[in-house]
Nanobody, 123 residues
């Protein structure tokens, strides 16, 4: 069982940066692949980034590649999403998720979800 709590969201101007954190509870965090997803009002939840349990492999949506960076610190049981060059279209609730399987871009591949943190990018 893994419980996830996101933080770091907020209001930022276009071109700015934010770093989201996702703190996990549970003894086996280091064995879970982690993902970040987002959901804008009226839209479906979509994949943003994922990272393997070791951190050796990362995956990104084409929409954020080159601007966002996912990383993890297994000793701190935390996964991060560094978001640079933010755009108004990045506005959404951002969720982190965990899976005991391999890192995947599929929502259905994740068993555990956080409550989400709001990111708003003004133009």
């Amino acid at each position: 069982q893994v419980q996830l709590v996101e933080s770091g969201g907020g209001l930022v101007q276009a071109g700015g940066s934010l770093r989201l954190s996702c703190a996990a509870s549970g003894r086996t965090f280091s064995s879970y692949a982690m993902g970040w997803f987002r959901q804008a009002p009226g839209k479906e939840r979509e994949f943003v980034a994922a990272i393997s349990w070791s951190g050796a492999n990362t995956y990104y949506s084409d929409l954020v590649k080159g601007r966002f960076t996912i990383s993890r610190d297994n000793a701190k049981k935390t996964v991060y999403l560094q978001m640079n060059s933010l755009k108004p279209e990045d506005t959404a609730v951002y969720y982190c998720a965990a899976t005991p399987g391999g890192a995947t871009i599929s929502i259905s591949g994740y068993a555990y979800w956080g409550q989400g943190t709001q990111v708003t990018v003004s133009s």
